[in-house]
């Protein structure tokens, strides 16, 4: 099993920032393929970016390109988000994801999730 723990989420005026974290417990998290998925009140849940085992591959969300930016660090088991140029459409609760190296933009395609961190933009 992979504990995943979202941090960093809150209330920001529109154009503003937020970095989100998610912390992992597994000692082989340099395995998983991470995923940032956003769900807002009475939406489905959709994707936001996804990053490889290693970092070198990432894909992003139309509506986020070039105001989202994922990232993590293997040797402290952490997957970032960091959300720039925030708009009043991006709240939502934010979800980390973890799946198989070959997981990619499918919420199906991850096997492991955290609880989730709202955040707010307002306008």
């Known amino acids: 099993q992979v504990q995943l723990v979202e941090s960093g989420g809150g209330l920001v005026q529109a154009g503003g920032s937020l970095r989100l974290s998610c912390a992992a417990s597994?000692?082989?998290?340099?395995?998983?393929?991470m995923g940032w998925f956003r769900q807002a009140p009475g939406k489905e849940r959709d994707f936001v970016t996804t990053?490889?085992?290693?970092?070198?591959?990432?894909a992003y969300a139309d509506h986020v390109k070039g105001r989202f930016t994922i990232s993590r660090d293997n040797a402290k088991n952490t997957v970032y988000l960091q959300m720039n140029s925030l708009k009043p459409e991006d709240t939502a609760v934010y979800y980390c994801?973890?799946?198989?190296?070959?997981?990619?933009?499918?919420?199906?395609?991850?096997?492991?999730w955290g609880q989730g961190t709202q955040v707010t933009v307002s306008s």
């Open positions: 597994t000692r082989t998290f340099a395995w998983f393929a």
């Open positions: 994801a973890a799946g198989p190296s070959s997981s990619g933009t499918g919420s199906a395609e991850y096997d492991y």
């Open positions: 990053i490889s085992g290693s970092g070198a591959r990432t």
